[in-house]
């Protein structure tokens, strides 16, 4: 069987699979699972095999067919690669379901640690580690998924920002798990965090870093928690001034937060001086008298007359 002819079957069995005819597709793919000659070919077929019946829920029959695919794919590519990364998923996901939690993780973040270790982009490295960070996230290991997430983001963004970062789903768990995390983490598991996202991206703030540390300040904020707020703004307001500029517009909501904040702790001068500088950005970006300008004006004046 010739690699165009090849993908005959495959396409078939995703459109029966699509008609609501899964058994059809299972028979198609065990057909030419049986007379492909070529190796790979041979585990791709049984891999989507195994992905049709973990998609049916029965996973003690795909996991049968992911482990082959699997020891066949892991040979043939990369592990980083985003075909194998798909199988090793999926069958991540039937030893979860089989009650083998524990299995399904080291498998994960065995494949995701080397991934990483890479220093490479790589799209199915970090589908490998979100997953992991997914399960992590259900064994209420926060902080170990936020780990792998970071490394996820990174191999997802090529170890740079990137304009869409929000529709990335690593990135998009990340702010929200950490800004849920922050509210009960401490001060050295912070710091660890940020020192270890600071390893994987060198120089280059990440959005997603960025914004999960405004969104956790803005949150403790609300707790009344003003001196762990003023942690995650602080290391918020580096990243995007880098990122956005001194005039940017977030560096300016982050250095209005950071005064605000600094306002209830008391410490008006530190205050004045961000807030002067939200001031500066506000007045060249909205039309003047506008509620951008005029609440930024408000805490201003509120801090200059003590």
Same mark, same amino acid.
């Given at each position: 069987m010739t690699s165009e002819r090849s993908w005959i079957p495959m396409?078939? +069995?995703?459109?029966?699979?699509? !008609?609501g005819d899964p058994s059809k597709a299972h028979q198609i793919l065990e057909r030419a699972a049986k007379i492909a000659t070529d190796k790979l070919w041979k585990a791709r077929f049984e891999a989507q095999r195994g992905r049709l019946l973990v998609e049916n829920k029965q996973h003690e029959e795909a996991k049968q067919y992911l482990e082959l695919a699997f020891t066949i794919l892991y040979d043939e590519l990369e592990p980083c690669d985003p075909e194998a990364s798909l199988t090793i998923v999926k069958l991540a996901e039937s030893l979860d379901e089989l009650g083998q /939690?524990? !299995? /399904?993780?080291?498998?994960?973040?065995?494949?995701?640690? @080397?991934?990483? @270790?890479?220093?490479?982009?790589?799209?199915?490295? +970090?589908?490998?580690?979100k997953a992991a960070a997914e399960l992590m996230i259900e064994q209420?290991?926060?902080?170990?998924?936020?780990?792998?997430?970071i490394q996820a983001i990174a191999m997802d963004t090529g170890f740079a920002p990137v304009p869409n970062w929000i529709h990335d789903p690593p990135a998009r768990i990340f #702010? =929200? #798990?950490?800004? =849920?995390? /922050?509210?009960?983490a401490d001060a050295d598991s912070i710091i660890k965090l940020g020192k270890f996202a600071r390893e994987v991206f060198g120089a280059n703030p990440n959005r997603a870093i960025v914004m999960a540390h405004h969104q956790a300040g803005l949150r403790l904020n609300e707790t009344g928690r003003y001196a762990d707020a003023l942690i995650h703004l602080e290391f918020a307001l580096t990243g995007a001034e880098q990122l956005y500029g001194h005039d940017g517009l977030n560096t300016a909501a982050t250095h209005q937060q950071l005064g605000e904040t600094l306002l209830h702790l008391g410490r008006a001068e530190d205050a004045i001086e961000h807030l002067e500088q939200a001031l500066s950005v506000a007045e060249l970006v909205f039309e003047p008298g506008s509620k951008e300008i005029e609440r930024t004006r408000h805490l201003l004046n509120g801090a200059r007359s003590g």
């Open positions: 396409r078939l +069995a995703e459109s029966l699979e699509a !008609d /939690a524990d !299995d /399904a993780l080291s498998l994960l973040d065995t494949i995701c640690l @080397n991934c990483a @270790n890479l220093g490479q982009p790589s799209t199915g490295g +970090a589908f490998i580690c209420d290991r926060i902080e170990d998924a936020l780990l792998r997430l #702010v =929200e #798990v950490y800004s =849920e995390y /922050a509210l009960t």
